[in-house]
């Protein structure tokens, strides 16, 4: 089990997540589009997992593209948020039940493109998109056994952007450097010699230092996917989920 990531310890910030993006955006469904940026910076963050769903469920990587845009360009614009129940509160949830709904119903790529009309709601890098798709091994895994690890990667990915960003900020960007790659494994005997001697501190401190990074990293963690919940108090369940998504 990562020493950084462990799902049974309580996180001290929960208390702030009581309104979380997912469920401000389910609110505004029903009162136009006043949270639209916060949907599409959710959105943002899931295109990929959802870009490479398509792509494993046989469209080419032109097609998944255009489609993968199609997609979010409807959602954003069509208020879909008040049409569809997302599956048990998950912003994931909703979004691939409403792609294979939207994909049951999409069948011509180019008028895919006519009715999205080139205007990108959620900046899509395709190219970069289809080199890590290609770079990711071939399995015989459902599309939707991939999603979810997908999900799992993105959100850790968020969670460690984030982490690094508060540390540049507050001056501490060469420690993140020397540090992260304790986020997930114990050091090796001996290993923190020489980060100490580069930040001019004990041994003992960087000991220190990597446990304040983890229970940090832990928090963010735990705010990201309380995001993209609409019931703060699931998110227990959501890491026991990403952590059985990173497993398969």
Not at 65 to 81: C, V
Not at 86 to 97: I, N, Q, V
Not at 147 to 172: S, Y
Not at 193 to 205: C, E, H, K, N, V
């Amino acid at each position: 089990m990562n020493p950084a990531l462990s799902p049974s310890e309580s996180f001290r910030g929960s208390a702030h997540f009581v309104t979380t993006q997912w469920a401000v955006v389910l609110q505004a469904s029903k009162h136009g589009e006043s949270q639209l940026p916060a949907l599409q910076q959710l959105c943002a963050a899931y295109w990929y997992p959802l870009y490479a769903y398509v792509r494993r469920r046989g469209h080419s990587a032109e097609d998944a593209k255009d489609l993968t845009q199609e997609f979010f360009t409807r959602l954003l614009s069509k208020n879909w948020l008040g049409e569809i129940v997302p599956e048990g509160g998950r912003f994931r949830s909703f979004l691939l039940t409403a792609m294979n709904r939207f994909l049951a119903n999409e069948y011509d790529r180019n008028q895919a493109k006519k009715r999205g009309g080139g205007c990108q709601v959620v900046p899509l890098d395709s190219e970069a998109a289809e080199a890590q798709y290609l770079r990711e091994l071939t399995t015989c895994e459902s599309p939707e056994t991939i999603f979810e690890r997908r999900w799992a990667l993105t959100v850790l990915e968020q969670a460690l952007v984030r982490l690094e960003r508060e540390l540049v900020q507050a001056g501490k960007g060469i420690q993140f450097d020397l540090l992260n790659p304790f986020l997930s494994r114990d050091p090796d005997s001996g290993e923190y010699d020489p980060i100490a001697a580069r930040l001019s501190i004990t041994r003992g401190a960087v000991a220190v230092a990597v446990h304040r990074l983890r229970h940090r990293y832990r928090e963010i963690l735990r705010e990201e996917i309380a995001s993209t919940l609409a019931e703060p108090s699931r998110v227990d369940e959501e890491m026991q989920h990403l952590f059985a998504a990173l497993r398969t």
